[in-house]
């Protein structure tokens, strides 16, 4: 009965790979959203999406694309991992825009290491 | 631009008091969040700050000051398991949250 799952927990690739990270949430939530935390531990907004689609789009490389088939999931394919992309990457979801006392229930977070 | 300041590291010793000040300029408020992230895991929600003053909740108080731009969260009777980062964010006129570094604090006995 996990809110928000993620998966793979951990994944290891090397350079020039294309990969992809699942996330689901069961809240019944109607926005999400992914997060990249650095080594530095800063936590940094890549995407956001409200009721499928997408409404925050941060200056990431365009070899990230997100892809929401329902309000319950929000996926994060990368194509041709580099160095730089290794993180830990969270997916979080929260019920939506219209109270700005809504929090944000996070997954567990994937650690990619790109070698 | 939009910043939010917290110190890098904190120490504290077990039973004491700690406080963690968060600073913050932002475009337009709409409300301040804290969260605890321990090593390894996802950050959890701690408190939740729209208008001045102090809102307590068990060990943990968070205050709010909008017209300084500033909070703090107020830890007591500390704990080992209190060891861990916390992070202040504050959601924009945008209602986009934006993140602190975090301020990892060590507990000691």
């Known amino acids: 009965d996990t809110a928000v799952s993620q998966t793979p927990k951990y994944l290891v690739t090397q350079m020039g790979n294309d990969k992809s990270i699942k996330c689901e949430q069961n809240l019944g939530h109607d926005t999400m959203y992914w997060y990249k935390q650095d080594s530095k531990k800063f936590l940094k907004i890549m995407f956001s999406?409200?009721?499928?689609?997408?409404?925050i789009n941060e200056t990431v490389p365009n070899r990230f694309s997100p892809k929401s088939p329902d309000k319950a999931h929000l996926n994060l394919h990368i194509n041709s991992l580099e160095l730089g992309d290794s993180a830990v990457y969270f997916c979080?979801?929260?019920?939506?825009?219209?109270?700005?006392?809504?929090?944000?229930?996070f997954g567990p977070g994937t650690r990619l290491t790109v070698t | 631009g939009q910043n939010i300041d917290q110190p890098t590291e904190m120490t504290a010793t077990e039973g004491a008091i700690v406080q963690i000040n968060c600073t913050y300029q932002t475009s337009g408020f709409n409300g301040l969040f804290w969260y605890q992230q321990h090593a390894g895991e996802a950050p959890t929600f701690l408190s939740y700050n729209v208008l001045d003053g102090l809102e307590e909740k068990g060990r943990f108080s968070s205050f709010l000051s909008r017209s300084k731009g500033y909070s703090y969260l107020l830890l007591k009777e500390l704990q080992m398991k209190d060891s861990a980062s916390y992070l202040c964010?504050?959601?924009?006129?945008?209602?986009?949250?934006?993140w602190g570094a975090g301020t990892k604090l060590i507990i000691k006995p």
């Open positions: 979080a979801s929260s019920p939506g825009l219209a109270d700005s006392s809504y929090e944000q229930y």
């Open positions: 999406y409200n009721n499928k689609e997408l409404i």
């Open positions: 964010a504050v959601r924009d006129s945008n209602y986009q949250l934006i």
